[in-house]
């Protein structure tokens, strides 16, 4: 395979010729001029290929990615096109120090020598090389001290400024060019160029190439892992739907639910699963009457039961009620079948605020009328105040702004001020009304309003509170899979890994939004509570989400087991469940003091009890450097430790005291 340099707007003619020159020049294979060529290029997926005929005067579309040039008979020949901006300026391709470093199918696109990058945590600019592959941007120091990687999908934006009188001082009166680069994952990254280089114009141009590529051209679709992935440990096969129902007793102890395969091909809803679980009595009319009258067709489908009094959690969207205050007697009717598979009623769990759900109803959706006399006669409804996409995007921008700026003066009022910590209390009080409601054995619909964001949130935070098995590493692998990838969540949407139709600039995407990570937010807050009752550690989570904004794995593209069956990422891609149970890493994120128990969590949800996710928040922050994860860790431990020799001291001394009690009445 050869890397080869192309200008962009580049016409397939020639491009032809160029390639011509360049087999005679560096491999004297000379190509008749009666022969035609064929030029092969990988279609966006990576798979299959359609072919470009060299007899047009066509432009090539400015991409970079691997093609093949057959002759008359049947040579091949692999290249690597490259485009470059119109600038006059030579790929300074020296790989020999990077390549150490490369991943299975990862390819070097270009070097530029003699940048800096400013490193916070050493407080000074460092020079070294930057690399640009098919999966990051990679910083390598002249001393080979410093390496930093971003992988691309990674990058939320980019803000190029000048220098100025700054950049002389620190560069001994060179001057140079910023480029600011934005992380999702809490990083802001500072590389100066030289003003009188066009390297600066030609790397932002390579990121205007590479920044956003189509979900399925993304590097995962190229990654090759080694031997670690092995049938034993084959991440796609960690969720089934059977077996984590059978699991819950559907089939056996709880035969009034069915996992019914009714959306065979996402026919009916293709937000949702092929496979999912809904009450053994419902008919095909109830069924097809209560898809019409959910949003997006979401109807209520089961998420967990407890095995003791059958009581169940059940999950789905907001019903079209309108202005006109529509009713579905199906509807009705498939929620009164829930309500018979214990006999007991139902507390409807609407996640969003009151207002919100009412402003939903102009737009055709709204929220259950409840009580005697309506559709749902044994339901209540409980409305749990949690904000939409837009509040939670906007308060994690507060809090990034906080944590950036190392503001020590009026920290707390400025952390209150970006609500984050009360939106996690908000989720923890509204898992544990849930969970109240459980316990007296009553069932539990929930939805906001497509429910694919709030939703997930409020089925799974309950449900690792009351089943220990989603507090070991498979089972929160398997509830990620069920209740957030398998149910629709829209990881690619709502993490910019693609940008909604119409917006031009992706990172201003009005769909994102930090759903997700809010939610292992919630989970580390429980976990914080109750250390010892988790298999996995802090590390586990941020992990997820590093390889989450990554797209190193396939786990997290696209929005819908729909949009993953198209795109074929079983076949194509690997899981990110496939690293983490490999014998190899699973116990870099087990949790050393773990002790599995069977009781159920009392989180407590006050505003007090929550704490900043610092191993993930602080992580590249200056002044947390010296606390990262193992530290925080370490220190924990010491302070359980000391607990738990109070405890045993405790313990002797009472039992010392009763051997001493007992001697005095055998006397």
């Excluded at 001082?169 to 066009?198: M, Y």
């Excluded at 114009?201 to 190229?222: A, C, G, Q, V, W």
């Excluded at 002790?595 to 009392?602: R, Y």
Aim: proline content about 4%; some cysteine.
């Amino acid at each position: 395979e050869y890397r080869l340099l192309v200008p962009t707007k580049t016409i397939a003619s020639d491009l032809v010729a160029k390639l011509v020159i360049f087999l005679k020049e560096n491999f004297n294979y000379v190509i008749d001029d009666d022969q035609e060529l064929f030029i092969e290029f990988p279609s966006l997926n990576g798979r299959g290929e359609f072919g470009l005929r060299v007899i047009h005067n066509q432009p090539i579309r400015s991409s970079a990615g691997i093609f093949a040039l057959v002759d008359d008979v049947g040579f091949q020949h692999v290249f690597r096109i490259v485009w470059s901006p119109d600038v006059e300026y030579t790929n300074e391709e020296d790989f020999s120090n990077i390549d150490k470093y490369m991943l299975g199918g990862e390819i070097v696109f270009y070097s530029l020598k003699k940048i800096w990058m400013y490193c916070a945590f050493r407080i000074q600019v460092v020079p070294g090389t930057l690399f640009i592959t098919s999966y990051r941007i990679v910083f390598l120091s002249d001393d080979e001290e410093s390496f930093v990687e971003i992988p691309i999908c990674t990058i939320n934006r980019y803000k190029a400024r000048p220098g100025g009188k700054k950049s002389q001082a620190v560069l001994e009166d060179i001057q140079c060019h910023f480029l600011e680069i934005d992380c999702k994952d809490f990083r802001t990254v500072l590389f100066l160029f030289e003003k009188s280089s066009k390297k600066r114009k030609l790397f932002t141009h390579l990121l205007d190439e590479y920044l956003y590529p189509n979900i399925d051209r993304m590097f995962s679709y190229f990654y090759t892992v080694p031997t670690w992935n092995t049938p034993d440990t084959n991440g796609w096969d960690i969720y089934s739907p059977e077996e984590e129902y059978t699991r819950l007793g559907i089939g056996s102890i709880h035969s009034g639910w069915i996992i019914t395969d009714l959306n065979r091909d996402f026919k009916v809803i293709p937000t949702y699963p092929e496979l999912f679980c809904i009450p053994a009595s419902i008919t095909a009319m109830t069924f097809q009457g209560c898809v019409e009258h959910r949003s997006k067709h979401r109807i209520p489908i089961l998420s967990w039961i407890d095995t003791e009094t059958r009581a169940s959690i059940t999950r789905c969207s907001q019903p079209l009620v309108g202005v006109r205050g529509k009713e579905s007697k199906y509807d009705a009717k498939f929620i009164e079948n829930i309500i018979e598979t214990n006999d007991q009623d139902m507390y409807i769990i609407d996640a969003r605020p009151k207002a919100n759900a009412i402003a939903n109803m102009a737009l055709g959706g709204g929220f259950e009328v409840v009580g005697k006399d309506s559709f749902y006669p044994r339901c209540k409804l409980k409305f749990m105040n949690i904000g939409n996409i837009h509040v939670m995007r906007e308060s994690l921008s507060k809090l990034k702004t906080l944590i950036e700026n190392d503001s020590k003066s009026n920290y707390y009022e400025k952390l209150m001020s970006s609500e984050w910590t009360i939106h996690l209390s908000l989720l923890l009080k509204a898992a544990n009304k849930i969970v109240s409601v459980i316990r007296k054995g009553k069932n539990v619909l929930v939805h906001c309003s497509d429910g694919w964001d709030r939703t997930p949130q409020l089925t799974c935070l309950p449900m690792i509170m009351m089943d220990s098995y989603y507090r070991t590493i498979r089972g929160f692998a398997i509830l990620v899979e069920k209740e957030w990838v398998s149910s629709g969540h829209k990881f690619a949407t709502r993490n910019g890994h693609i940008a909604t139709d119409g917006i031009d600039r992706k990172f201003d995407d009005p769909e994102r939004s930090p759903i997700f990570i809010q939610f292992l937010d919630a989970v580390h807050q429980i976990m914080v509570q109750y250390e010892c009752v988790f298999e996995y550690n802090v590390n586990f989570l941020v992990f997820i989400m590093d390889n989450l904004y990554s797209c190193k794995y396939g786990t997290f593209l696209f929005d819908n087991d729909q949009g993953r069956a198209n795109g074929k990422v079983r076949k194509h891609t690997h899981s990110l469940w496939s690293y983490v149970l490999d014998p190899q890493h699973i116990n870099q994120f087990k949790n050393l003091f773990y002790q599995p128990t069977f009781s159920n969590l009392e989180v407590c949800s006050d505003l007090d009890s929550i704490v900043i996710w610092k191993e993930y928040y602080y992580r590249y922050n200056r002044f947390y450097k010296k606390r990262m994860t193992k530290d925080i860790q370490m220190e924990r431990y010491h302070e359980m430790n000391k607990d738990m020799v109070q405890k045993l001291s405790d313990l002797e001394e009472e039992n010392r005291m009763l051997k001493l009690m007992l001697q005095q009445q055998s006397v």
